[in-house]
Nanobody, 124 residues
Framework: QPQVVESGGGLVQPGGSLRLSCTAS????????IGWFRQAPGKERERVSC????????YYTDSAKGRFTISRDDAKNTVYLQMNSLRPEDTAVYYC?????????????????WGQGIQVAVSS
């Protein structure tokens, strides 16, 4: 079972960029679908982007399309979320999670292994 760990969060000005990283301690992320989710204060957790563990297919929520890019480097056991053109409404705790599902990886319910979350704040 992978122990998922996020890194790369922080404070950035509107229009800036951050790259989040998701790694696994004590295991490999290879063959797992990986998803990035976020939860803003007072709001429900929402999907941001996911990447399949089988063929590299990707999913983006509408607000992330054109601004965020998810990628994986299995040799480094890492999945990245490159976030550009950040907006104040992107402020949230971002979570990385892993799923063994082959067909349901686009859906939050398929994710079993979650990281602790990392804060991203977009503010001037």
């Amino acid at each position: 079972q992978p122990q998922v760990v996020e890194s790369g969060g922080g404070l950035v000005q509107p229009g800036g960029s951050l790259r989040l990283s998701c790694t696994a301690s004590g295991g490999t992320l290879e063959d797992y679908a990986i998803g990035w989710f976020r939860q803003a204060p007072g709001k429900e957790r929402e999907r941001v982007s996911c990447i399949s563990g089988s063929d590299g297919s990707t999913y983006y929520t509408d607000s992330a399309k054109g601004r965020f890019t998810i990628s994986r480097d299995d040799a480094k056991n890492t999945v990245y979320l490159q976030m550009n053109s950040l907006r104040p409404e992107d402020t949230a705790v971002y979570y990385c999670a892993a799923s063994q599902s082959t067909y349901g990886w686009r859906f939050e319910s398929s994710y079993d292994y979650w990281g602790q979350g990392i804060q991203v704040a977009v503010s001037s």
